[in-house]
Structures are given as structure tokens and as C-alpha cells.
């Protein structure tokens, strides 16, 4: 079972941030808290991933609280595009399987 | 630099059927892992190989689906007879040695069995 609750759908205007939270309140110290979004009929997107740092990249910033039981993916500029799937997943770095559970469908209004 | 390949993209066919899926991992990513995706749903998690090892098929219903990374580098996924239920999207990812980082997905081959 995946270890991550996350709210089934949100909306977001076009050009506004959208943040997207996730709960994960068992996560264990070497679990790591990853991002992944999926646009319709195609594979799943790798977007962040972060271990208790605050992370960012060129599609989102990642905000993990100190004591590491929720987080939030920000999109700063949402788009048409990025509607999609959004998949919290928390997982070791070793040997361990991405599980997926059923996401949030963000869907960015124009 | 290519991504994961996957083929077919798409594959219908008749219940009973056998069925092949092949993948093509990032080149130097040892480790390849299959997933299926009913509608609406997330992953979930088929087999993982680490280099030509299957070190996780505990989810692979092992009566009909079977799998193989022979030279550790591209895999097969197959079902053997087919059945209605299979209808999905077959995923196939990849990452570097030992499971480290993140995985990279392909694009999935849509499976229809009529």
C-alpha cells in the first residue's frame, strides 16, 4: 500500500501557483519523498525528489516540513500542460519499489 | 539521449491469446522494473530486475504472466493465455544501479484483449 495520502482532485488558474500537498506521517529517516505527475497517455514523469531539504528544479520546488511528515509540490506558474496526475511517493534509496497510489488529478483552468 | 523504449504502443487482441511486450532501459540503468495501470488507477508494481535478477515478482500472477532480462539489458514481459481482466497499460521503468534515484518511465504499451 502506498504510504502517501493526497487530496483526489484540486484546480488551479492558469498562471497562478498550484501546491499540491501530501501527507506521509509514517515516513521513516531514510525514506526519501518523491514527485511524479502523469499526463494522459503517457508514462509517468519524474518531477523532484527530496530527503528533508527544501528541493528545486526547473518544473517545481519541492517544501518538506522539519518534521518531514507532509510536504508540498509547487508548480509557480501553472500551465494548460500541466494538468495531469501529480504522485506523491515516499521511498529508501536502496531496494525498495516506487509504490503509487492514486494521486492527484490537478487540473489547471484557463 | 533515448528514454526507456517500449513496443508495441498499442496491442489488441483475442482472449487466449499469448501476448508480448518488450522494453529497452536507459543505457547504464541496471535496474528495470514492469508495472500495470488499470484505468483511473495508479502503478502497481509487476517485477523488479536488478541487472538479469528478478529480485521482486511477489506481484507477477506467475499462472500466465512471465518475464526475462537476459544479458541484465533489455526485458520481455509476456502473458500466457490472456484473459479480459489483462486490459491495461504495461509500464516499464528503469534507474541506476541498485535502485538509487529516481525511475524513468516509457511511454506504456496499451493492452486491449477482446
Known amino acids: 500500500d502506498a504510504k502517501t495520502t493526497q487530496p483526489p482532485s484540486m484546480d488551479c488558474a492558469e498562471g497562478r501557483a498550484a501546491n499540491l500537498p501530501c501527507n506521509h506521517s509514517t515516513i521513516s529517516g531514510n525514506e526519501y519523498v518523491y514527485w511524479y505527475r502523469q499526463i494522459h497517455s503517457q508514462g509517468p514523469q519524474y518531477i523532484i525528489h527530496?530527503?528533508?531539504n527544501n528541493e528545486t528544479n526547473e518544473m517545481a520546488s519541492l517544501i518538506i516540513t522539519e518534521d518531514r511528515k507532509s510536504s508540498t509540490l509547487i508548480l509557480p506558474h501553472a500551465t494548460l500542460r500541466d494538468t495531469a496526475v501529480y504522485y506523491c511517493?515516499?521511498?529508501?534509496?536502496?531496494?525498495?519499489?516506487?509504490?503509487f497510489g492514486p494521486g492527484t488529478r490537478l487540473s489547471v483552468l484557463p | 539521449e533515448a528514454g526507456v523504449v517500449q513496443s508495441p504502443r498499442y496491442k489488441i487482441i483475442e482472449k487466449k491469446q499469448p501476448v508480448a511486450f518488450w522494453c529497452n532501459p536507459i543505457s547504464g540503468h541496471n535496474t528495470l522494473y514492469w508495472y500495470l495501470q488499470n484505468l483511473g488507477q495508479g502503478p502497481e508494481l509487476l517485477i523488479r530486475y536488478e541487472n538479469e535478477e528478478a529480485v521482486d515478482d511477489s506481484q507477477l500472477p506467475k499462472d500466465r504472466f512471465s518475464a526475462e532480462r537476459l544479458k541484465g539489458v533489455d526485458s520481455t514481459l509476456k502473458i500466457q493465455p490472456a484473459e479480459l481482466g489483462d486490459s491495461a497499460v504495461y509500464l516499464c521503468a528503469s534507474s541506476l544501479e541498485s535502485g538509487q534515484g529516481e525511475a524513468f518511465f516509457g511511454q506504456g504499451t496499451r493492452l486491449t484483449v477482446v
Open positions: 527530496g530527503l528533508k
Open positions: 511517493i515516499v521511498r529508501a534509496d536502496y531496494g525498495q519499489n516506487f509504490v
